[in-house]
């Protein structure tokens, strides 16, 4: 059997210049082209990852200058990804986005195909705007999209007026919907989308990357965690809930805290570890590469996501495949995770008192971390594959004999 031939569109997406934004976009997409039919690539995917346009790579201007840094072109893992511009309206252009990262797309996807590329179906991440401006994509190019939601596009921007009715128009548009949650895909069905056109495909876990270190202790010794430890990964942005557990230290005062990443909400953070007299205890240990997290995590005694939105907490499963449990938010995808003692607690209240209160239980009746090593294995990447494989299939059947 022919490879499915997949464009892959997402601005969400890593480069070299920004190699953490949208890496669970970019994993799932690795462990898809690695599957085989009978020896040979079950999917090929070119990949077409939009970026920003900024026409300064000066320091000062933070993430904008990391944009306009972004290569033209890379290949990551195989993949072969363009990173063509668009534009963008800083805090006004929301209602208009989906628009102009069509208008910008359009010729290069036909660039593409005068190249001699071709495509099957147009894989789509993240329903606004990318996926709006997707499936007008795949009616201009005659094309079926299958649009993947992810969180905030369905939890939150649908509460904008004119983003609302443009999601359910890519609701309507897509040939199948996506979601990494049954949370999420009760959502989108509460948009409109029939349940039958919405498949529940979770994130899974690189167990070959995230595992227990060879020598706990070592590494331990070599972060400089000498007290029971907890460790927060996420970025420092208000919904992460990072001064939540920062607070929640001040009932904590045998644990320390480690929080791995960056983001605007760092300046507050530090202020409020200094104003509670946490400095001792509570460090900011900025942006950290994927490939660090696994020591940082099977160091820490403990993960504590204070989230107040998420699709699929992936920080979660990382947590526990390298054998530390979770002390997590209840919200959205969290309970779809955390479902039994050996993977963590969720807890009852999302404020400093509920996360203290969770780590208390958590650490009251700590199993093994061997046996949370073991439940996050039952999250592996195959059956995911097999899905999307599944679906693309039916999806392209079906447009040739419409």
Partial sequence: MAPLRLLTFSSLFPS????????????????????????A???????????????STSARFGDWALNARVPERETRHGLQIYHPRFPVIPKIGMSI???????????VVRDMLRQGLRFDAIDAHYVY???????????????????TARGTDVNL?????????????????????????????????????????????RNGIETSLFRPPADRAATRAALGFQRPTLISVGLLIERKGHHRTIEAMLQLPEFGLVIAGEGPERER????????????RVS?????????????????DASVLASSR??????????????????????????????????????????????????????????????????????????TTAGQIALFRRVIAERSTA
């Fill in 269 to 280: 953070l530090s202020a409020l570890i200094a104003k509670l007299n946490l400095t001792d």
């Fill in 310 to 383: 998420e699709g699929w907490a992936n920080v979660l499963l990382e947590s526990m495949a390298c054998g530390t449990p979770v002390v997590a938010s209840n919200i959205w995808g969290n309970p779809e995770v955390v479902q039994r003692i050996e993977a963590g607690v969720i807890i009852d209240e999302n404020t400093p008192d509920g996360i203290a209160a969770g780590v208390r239980r958590l650490f009251a009746n700590m199993r093994d971390r061997a046996e949370t090593r073991t439940y996050a294995e039952g999250f592996s990447w195959d059956e």
């Fill in 97 to 107: 986005a989906p628009w102009l990262l069509y208008r910008a797309m359009l010729p």
């Fill in 157 to 201: 921007i649908p509460r904008y007026a004119i983003p609302r009715r443009l999601i359910q128009g890519a609701i309507k548009g897509a040939a199948a919907l996506i979601t990494v949650s049954a949370a999420l895909k009760a959502a989108m069905v509460e948009l409109g989308a029939p349940d039958d056109k919405v498949t529940v495909l």
């Fill in 16 to 39: 070299a210049a920004r190699p953490n934004h949208g890496i669970f976009v970019e994993n799932r997409l690795r462990h898809l082209v690695a599957a085989t039919d009978d020896g």
């Fill in 284 to 300: 900011l240990l900025g942006a950290r590469p994927h490939k660090e997290l696994p020591a940082l995590y099977g160091a820490a």
């Fill in 41 to 55: 690539p079950a999917v090929v995917s070119t990949v077409l990852a939009p970026v920003p346009w900024f026409p």
């Fill in 129 to 147: 705007p990318d996926g709006v401006a997707a499936v007008w994509l795949g009616k201009a190019l005659n094309l079926p999209v299958v649009i």
